[in-house]
């Protein structure tokens, strides 16, 4: 029988939702999960690979890659007694580390045993007072702490003196600032000051250059206070700043009129002289002045200065030219100093502007030189206008299109990309559009409901040319028996845009933000330790493998940080397992500390051990999530094997993580080639160029006409499937096709013999797939596909 043949290639359009499935061009997706268009090629969402460049072995790595701080040392017995700083006591999910012994926080209590995977006596830890005892572990050794909140910021410093390419990269949590240690390669406490915000109150940075080329400061907001428009509080967090890297200040040199409040004693302090900005939601350098967005001020009229907070939330603050840290920095006009000394400092340009409307200021970028200003519905510009007396104007740009996520906003050289509750907008500064006209609908599953909206947090990677938005997904299904079930808090799923060939698709992922990072190592075998040979899919010469390339890295809620590599076809490991119970029907209860999964995801068990260690765990092996009990405790158990969990005997004593799974999932347009000829289409088969794998393989699914029937589980049903319909894109092992083991692409087909008004392709990895790691761990690349086709009955006969 003589077919028609149809190529599908380059493969350019993406995900597309605006039209019915067979109206979509040939190379559209109706669904795009985990895949993603890059170069003409659909290709495995990025993986993930720990910060951390100096584990000494793989049980330890993932601590490595987690925020830190170093609580003390132990004696020469190995003995230890300490306390965790405040406000982070007590939490299941915490952990520490000597050595390479692990501690594992998996109980509360006054105090409460921990796990141990080493030979330490005794391990407790207060969940109340913070206090943690151990003894006999390594002598004269460093104790370290980790606090296990969520990361709610990710920065480079512009630090003077440091070479090109190798800026010092910070990350805060809800409550400490952490820096990257180049020398220990891990994460570590920056300072000893602390915040006060929950995990809706992400860090806004800005690095500013001093007046002297030596000096650098990093100024970061969390925009937290008890009272907005109340009475000011003592857990208020001011804006601060940090010149050193080091040593990190609440406030200002001096106490100046509208400037920051300075510190004594290590307790804030408000100036005694008058109102002062406690904090603003945006920071910005600007034509040599520091710009403040929306801002927070206290009229200092309480005790001790402590007077009524007022929410300013369309104003705009800024310096005066040069140092913000100048005596008369942010006098207003007819300001000076309240002193006798006669060399008094008078007003020389400081001042604010309100917007003329009520909106609030939610977000900023550069477009250029010029500053773009997001509201809440609404885009304005602050415009220089180089007036004595008035330095900044407002100036609307569009009056129904603003922004919702202040750290959504993403900056181009001509445009600039922001999240709204209508769309995704770019802004070019002269006017504003919306680019997600092929999926119009998805920025409304975007969840409302704890601080959602807070939470969309992107990012640009120069290297695969995209963009990425974290957010939580109004989708999101949790199916669990216990009446300690809530909403799921953090993001869920990521929003990936080809800028490009303004391609769209989706990945899972639990990112609560992202950050750049430059002082990665050169990658060695020995440094990979989350990788075995047969794993390695990618190769040497890869960009994320290179010395102080500029990664894109992203943070967890477990206050994890891995590096965004596309060149991994797996995810990090960066769910900490707090402890494993065999259920009494077999399954696996396993407590994961904000977990965010749902029920149907899979997840890998790795670097776990137990007790006694002859018995050990099965690491690598990949459950299914059966049930979610509340956002810490899952039922899992093994596909493969259903009594698997017999291999989790003795006790867990910790050091396991979990690793997410992600299910590649993703189906075509309606095809028929004859649709205009008003034909049915008759498909015999589909040929498949991928990227030669070592032992990947996916399942291919097909729908006929506009049903949802699976012509798998039917054709199973009936007895009349046509081979496996398993598409594998290693060589065949048949040595017929020996020449296959030496190609980088190779064509294999999978036969349908089907018709009908169209033929729809559902791609995805099955259970059993998702459960073996060498495939579920593959690389996976289509580059193209010819379907042989020819013309049946008319639709009218």
Known sequence: M???????APIITGLQTDLRPWLIPDDAFTSLNNVYIFRGRVRKRFGGTLTGNGAPNSVIAPFYSRLSMQIGTTNGSGNFSGVVPLPSVGAIGQAFTIANEIFTVYEVGSPADMLDTGSST???YDTTSGAVDITGSTPLTAVYYYPGLPVMGLTTYDQAGVSVNDQPAYAFDTHFAYTFSSANGFWLRSGTLEWHGGNGNFFWTCNWRGVLPNI???FVSNYYVVNPNGLGAATDDFIKWTIDGTNWIDGGLVANRFYFAPTIAGVPQPPQTGPYVVTARIIAAFKNRLVLLNTIEN?????????????????????????????NAWYELNQSDNMADPNKSFWSGAAYLDAPTDEA???????????IVFFERSTWELVYVQNQSQTFAWQKINTELGSEATFSTVPFDRHILTMSNTGVHACNGANVERIDTKIPDEVFTIRNKNQGVTRVVGIRDFYTELVYWTFPSDNQRMFCTDVSCVDPTFPNKVLVYNYRTGSWALFDDSITCFGYFNQQ????????????WAQANFSWDSA????????VIAGNQQGYVFIVDSDNARNARVLQINNILNNVLGYLEISITNHNLMVGDFIAIESALNSPITVGIANATILQVLNVDGVDDITAWCLLNPDNYTQFNGTYIGGGVATLVSNINFQS?????????????????VDFCVIKTSQGEITVDYLTSSSNLSMIDEGTATGTIMGTNVLQTAPYADPYYAFEQTQVRIWHPIYFQSQGEFIQLDIYFSPTENSTAAIAWSDFQIEGMVLHTSPTSSRLQ
Do not use: C, H
Request: net charge positive; aromatic share 12%.
């Open 216 to 218: 650098r400061a990093l």
């Open 544 to 551: 994320t493998e290179q010395v102080q390339n500029r990664q």
């Open 669 to 685: 347009k309606q095809l028929n080639p004859y649709v205009s000829q008003g034909r049915d289409v008759y498909v015999g088969k």
């Open 299 to 327: 009229d200092g009229s309480g005790a001790g200065g402590f007077g009524n907070n007022t929410q300013y939330v369309n104003r705009a603050r800024w310096s005066s030219y040069g140092s913000p840290f100048a005596q």
């Open 361 to 371: 200021i939610i977000s900023a970028e550069f477009i250029k030189d010029r500053l």
């Open 2 to 8: 003589a077919f028609d043949r149809f190529l599908i």
């Open 122 to 124: 005794m391990a407790t």
């Open 521 to 532: 190592i050169d990658a060695t075998w020995a440094s990979l330790n989350d990788t075995t």
